[in-house]
């Protein structure tokens, strides 16, 4: 009963939504590339952690958490915090440059 209460329809409109996240967030950062602002940073973290919360919620519907399969639960999930910490590093680093840049202009 991995998807009790919900139905293929649903579930295929879940994963649909995902993939359109998933292009939005590569749009963003392709965004970052061109024309990098702490604003577009911002938004392309917000993104992504939108999307992990989506991905834990669908791993939880198919009941993905379970014991038989928690070690690719927790792997999942210390996955997405480790891109999490790098793009808080990246926001920390542009925040301390944005400092740098006001105390020398």
Known sequence: MAMEGNSSEEMKVSMDTMEEQ?????????????FPTQKGLNRSVWMIQAY???????????????GRDEPAYQSILEKQQGVLDI??????????????DCKSG
């Open 87 to 100: 793009a808080k590093n990246e926001m920390d680093r542009k925040a301390r440059v944005a400092v740098l």
């Open 22 to 34: 998933v292009e939005d967030i590569d749009d963003s950062l392709e965004d970052l590339l061109i």
């Open 52 to 66: 992990f919360a989506m991905e834990e919620k669908m791993m939880q519907q198919l009941q993905i958490t379970n």
